[in-house]
């Protein structure tokens, strides 16, 4: 089991991209929303001083750690308002799976652009009609001679404008049972067939989302991720850290909104004392605290699981891990909104903007129901409803 108490090593890492963080802070990460621009200057330097790729294999250039160092990275960046998404989709989600089931040549192709921040993969599994549904995706894979030819929709997809390519979950037929498989490509940028169209979203991001047209796009032999047959091991490969990544971009942005309205309830006097000495305010600031305190150890543990090499019990828990967040997450935010009142609808103390942003870590990557039904059936061993 992991240690409650965080290693030395653990508290300097936090300390130190705290610090980073701080000097970027939400005043810069709300400048390049309104600019429509990328958070290019803060993915550069966190790449310089090693934090982008520090779970990913030294011999590839990373730092040669885990899951729980690159989440700590987020969650303090997050914590000093200028989260990076593409932490979750480039280095946890497409360079582990990379580094646990590519090919030599395809690790030394992308890993060490990951890590260095050089280049950036993007990773598309959602598709219009599948929902939460990985079942149902429709985005199939066919051979002609030794090339892949899919064909397909994703939609959701973070940083696509960005990317030099994607990981895209597609599916192939099993053939000892006709059954479909998912199946794990990498698609260039420019691959001929391959289009994207920018979705509009009510959310103050740099990362766009947007959807994804695969129509007839030929691939190389070599395009396929790890092995045809091993399915759902290399798909939850990536998407186990997804889950304890999210946790980590949801306790950062409410660690954030907290401080935030911790501060101005030391200083916002309406009577003859400060409001933070109002019980009504300071309760429930005390509880966002606990929430977002346990959720973190939830995290902390999923992530040891994940890094230990224990899929089945990482999977439990990282998807408890990203419940508890987003729901402690949701809780300060709205708390520190009502905290500030009028002030906390301006643009001046960066809490607004994090209500709809809040919101995304109870449904992305995967619906707090759907959690609820894993933990339910997979956990507890009551029967499916679906």
């Known amino acids: 089991m992991p240690p409650v108490i965080e290693t030395d090593d653990h508290k300097a890492l936090r300390a130190a991209v705290g610090a980073l963080g701080r000097r970027y802070g939400r005043e810069y990460f709300t400048r390049t929303v309104a600019e429509g621009a990328h958070p290019t200057a803060l993915w550069k330097e966190a790449a310089g001083l090693g934090y982008l790729g520090v779970n990913l294999p030294e011999a590839y250039g990373g730092g040669g750690a885990g899951i729980t160092e690159l989440s700590l990275v987020l969650e303090e960046l997050g914590t000093a308002g200028c989260p990076l998404l593409m932490l979750i989709v480039s ?13 030599e040549e395809q690790k030394r192709d992308w890993l060490p652009g990951l890590a260095d921040g050089s280049r950036v993969m993007a990773f598309g599994i959602t598709e219009p009609d599948a929902g939460s549904n990985s079942h149902r ?9 030794t090339d892949w030819i899919l064909t397909g929709r994703k939609v959701f997809v973070s940083g696509v404008d960005l990317a ?3 990981l ?8 000892r049972t006709g059954r479909l498989k998912p199946c794990l490509f990498l698609v260039p940028r420019e691959a001929e067939g391959f289009t994207r169209r920018r979705i509009d979203m009510e959310l103050s991001a740099p990362e766009k989302q947007f959807e994804l047209t695969l129509d007839e796009v030929r691939l190389p032999a070599d395009a396929l991720v790890g092995d045809e047959d091993a399915g759902l091991l290399q798909l939850f490969a990536g998407l186990n850290p997804e889950r304890i990544m ?43 605290h606990i929430e977002l305190e346990l959720a973190g150890l939830m995290t902390r543990k999923a992530a040891h699981l994940y890094d230990a090499g224990d899929d089945a019990g990482a999977g439990e828990a990282a998807n408890m891990a990203k419940y508890a967040a987003a729901e402690a997450c949701v809780k300060a935010v709205d ?12 643009s001046e103390f960066g ?20 959690i609820l039904n894993y933990v339910s059936h997979r956990t507890l061993g009551l029967p499916k409803s679906y």
Do not use: K
Request: net charge positive.
């Open 137 to 145: 995706l429709t985005t199939t894979a066919r051979r002609e001679g």
């Open 246 to 288: 999210t946790a980590a971009f949801a306790i950062g942005m409410g660690r954030y909104a907290l401080d935030r309205a911790v501060a101005y309830a030391r200083e916002r006097s309406v009577w003859q004392q400060p409001i933070g000495a109002h019980q009504a305010i300071a309760h429930p600031l005390a509880v966002a």
């Open 335 to 346: 708390q520190a909104v009502h905290t500030l009142g009028g002030n906390g609808l301006t």
């Open 164 to 166: 030099d390519a994607t």
């Open 91 to 103: 280095p946890a989600i497409c360079g582990t799976v990379i580094a646990r089931f590519g090919t």
């Open 168 to 175: 895209i979950v597609g599916r192939t037929a099993d053939a």
């Open 351 to 370: 809490l607004a903007s994090l209500v709809n942003a809040a919101r995304v870590a109870r449904i992305a990557p995967v619906s707090r129901e759907m």
